[in-house]
């Protein structure tokens, strides 16, 4: 398994989150991470990414309660998520990417992460 997410769970609206996404060392070497979501009945949406050399770049609708990280000595990525709300109800996926604006090349499978109102 390249990728494999979890952290997932259900939580009350206002709380917090941290995803974690454990990643082989070939993938986290040479990739952009990336995290996407995808509510029940919906589409799969961006949330954010995060380049090998630290850049991030989030989703207009995330950006102010969304943090993603990686730490290269334990090949994880993390999404921590604050002031959770019902809408952000959906199954959490986190991706590679050879680049910013090109879609994901792998993916992992999802954590479900519900937010209670």
């Known amino acids: 398994v390249q990728l494999q997410a979890s952290g997932g769970g259900l939580v009350p609206a206002g709380g917090s989150l941290r995803l974690s996404c454990a990643a082989s060392g070939m993938i986290f070497r040479t990739n952009l991470m990336a995290w996407y979501r995808q509510p029940a009945g919906k589409e799969r949406e961006y949330v954010a990414q995060?380049?090998?050399?630290?850049?991030?770049i989030y989703a207009d609708s995330v950006k102010d309660r969304f943090t993603i990280s990686r730490d290269s000595a334990k090949n994880m990525i993390y999404l921590q998520i604050n002031s959770l709300k019902p809408e952000d109800t959906a199954v959490y996926y986190c991706?590679?990417?050879?680049?910013?604006?090109?879609?994901?090349?792998?993916w992992g499978q999802g954590t479900q992460v519900t937010v209670s109102s």
């Open positions: 995060i380049s090998r050399g630290g850049a991030t």
């Open positions: 991706a590679a990417k050879k680049s910013f604006y090109v879609s994901p090349h792998s």
